[in-house]
C-alpha cells in the first residue's frame, strides 16, 4: 500500500523560473494538505484541497503560489518566479475524510534551492 | 490561532534511558498529533490522540493527553539509536488543518 508520494524529492531552480512540485495521496484519500517547512521555522500550513476544489488556502501566499487537485493525476503546487526565499521543504499529507479524528499522512517531501 | 510550545527543544540522552517530551497548547486541543522526522526526511506518524486522558502505546513509545486537553507528552523507554530524529507535535485547527510545534531534536548517544 503505497504511502503519499512527492515529485521531484529534490528540486534546484534559478531565480524567476518556475518550480512545480506534485503529490498523490494515498490510496483512498481524497484529501491533500501542503505543508512548508522554512529553514529552522516550523511546518507552516499553506492549502487543503479536496478533488477539484480549493477548501482553505489561508497559508498560501497571496502571489506567485497557486495549487490544484485536478479530478485525475496528482495535486500540483506550483511557484512562479521564484525568489531565493522560496527555498523550503514542501510536504505534502493526505487524509480519507476531512473530519477530526483521521490519521494524516505525510510524504517525504519536495526540497526546492533556488540559486 | 492556537500555538504549540514543546519542550524541551533539544535533548541528549544516554542510550537505554527514558525521555519525556511535552507539548502544551495554547488551546483546547481535539486532535493531538505526534510525528517522527529525520534530518532531511519526511514526517512518520507515531500516534494520535483525541481523548482527554487518552493515552496510547506503540513499541516502546507512548502518548499521553492530559485530562484538560491542553498538553500531550510523549514518553520513549529504553531509548536505542533509532528514535533518534525530531518529535513534532502538531494540534488540528478544525478540518485537519495542523498547526506545529517548533519541535524537539532528540540525540541518543551510545
Known amino acids: 500500500n503505497a504511502g503519499v508520494m512527492q515529485n521531484p524529492r529534490h528540486l534546484v531552480r534559478r531565480r524567476g523560473q518556475e518550480a512545480r512540485l506534485r503529490c498523490s495521496p494515498m490510496?483512498?484519500?481524497?484529501?491533500v494538505y501542503w505543508y512548508r517547512q522554512l529553514p529552522e521555522e516550523g511546518l507552516k500550513f499553506m492549502v487543503y484541497?479536496?478533488?477539484?476544489?480549493?477548501?482553505?488556502e489561508s497559508g498560501m501566499p497571496k502571489e506567485r503560489f497557486s495549487a490544484e487537485f485536478p479530478k485525475e493525476g496528482p495535486s500540483i503546487l506550483r511557484i512562479q518566479q521564484v525568489v531565493r526565499g522560496d527555498s523550503a521543504a514542501y510536504f505534502c499529507?493526505?487524509?480519507?475524510?476531512?473530519?477530526?479524528?483521521?490519521?494524516?499522512?505525510f510524504g517525504e517531501g519536495s526540497w526546492l534551492t533556488v540559486v | 490561532s492556537q500555538e504549540l510550545e514543546q519542550s524541551p527543544q533539544s535533548l541528549i540522552v544516554q542510550e537505554g534511558k527514558n525521555l519525556t517530551i511535552n507539548c502544551t497548547s495554547s488551546?483546547?486541543?481535539?486532535?493531538l498529533y505526534w510525528y517522527k522526522q529525520k534530518y532531511g526526511e519526511g514526517l512518520i506518524f507515531l500516534m494520535m490522540?483525541?481523548?482527554?486522558?487518552e493515552e496510547k502505546s506503540h513499541e516502546k513509545i507512548t502518548a499521553k493527553l492530559d485530562e484538560k486537553k491542553q498538553q500531550s507528552s510523549l514518553h520513549i523507554t529504553a531509548s536505542q539509536p533509532s528514535h533518534a530524529g525530531i518529535y513534532l507535535c502538531?494540534?488540528?485547527?478544525?478540518?485537519?488543518?495542523?498547526?506545529f510545534g517548533q519541535g524537539t531534536r532528540l540525540t541518543i548517544n551510545p
Open positions: 499529507a493526505s487524509s480519507p475524510t476531512g473530519g477530526i479524528g483521521n490519521t494524516i499522512y
Open positions: 490510496k483512498g484519500h481524497s484529501h
Open positions: 484541497l479536496q478533488k477539484e476544489n480549493i477548501i482553505d
Open positions: 488551546k483546547t486541543l481535539y486532535g
Open positions: 490522540l483525541q481523548k482527554g486522558g
Open positions: 502538531g494540534a488540528d485547527e478544525g478540518a485537519q488543518k495542523l498547526v
